[in-house]
């Protein structure tokens, strides 16, 4: 089984900083893209950033050039380094492994598994 603990949420003043960081334990299969998502009160959760295995990165529109996603693959690590924050940061952070059992990511067993999530807030 995998389990992802996260830390580094808490409260931070407009264009402040924070980094979370995500490390995931158990059976990963070397397929794998790690990633944060965040919910609001009353939205979707949405993707924020994903980094996969061979270090492709994927950012949402409203957080490109403030925050940067990086991994430590020998910690199985993933950090989100956060710059210039706003208000409408604010939201639970969850971070998101998804693993494939398989020689490509067409071809095996994709599972996914979610992080307890970490509140980030940002006062107007």
């Known amino acids: 089984q995998v389990q992802l603990v996260e830390s580094g949420g808490g409260l931070v003043q407009p264009g402040g900083s924070l980094r979370l960081s995500c490390a995931a334990s158990?059976?990963?299969?070397?397929?794998?893209?790690m990633g944060w998502y965040r919910q609001a009160p009353g939205k979707q959760r949405e993707l924020v950033a994903r980094?996969?295995?061979?270090?492709?990165?994927n950012y949402a529109d409203s957080v490109k050039g403030r925050l940067t996603i990086s991994r430590d693959n020998g910690k199985n690590t993933v950090y989100l380094q956060m710059n210039s924050l706003k208000p409408e940061d604010t939201a639970v952070y969850y971070c998101?492994?998804?693993?494939?059992?398989?020689?490509?990511?067409?071809?095996?067993?994709?599972?996914?598994?979610w992080g307890q999530g970490t509140q980030v807030t940002v006062p107007s």
């Open positions: 980094v996969t295995s061979d270090n492709s990165t």
């Open positions: 158990g059976r990963i299969f070397s397929i794998n893209a």
């Open positions: 998101n492994l998804i693993t494939v059992d398989g020689s490509s990511w067409s071809r095996g067993i994709r599972r996914e598994y």
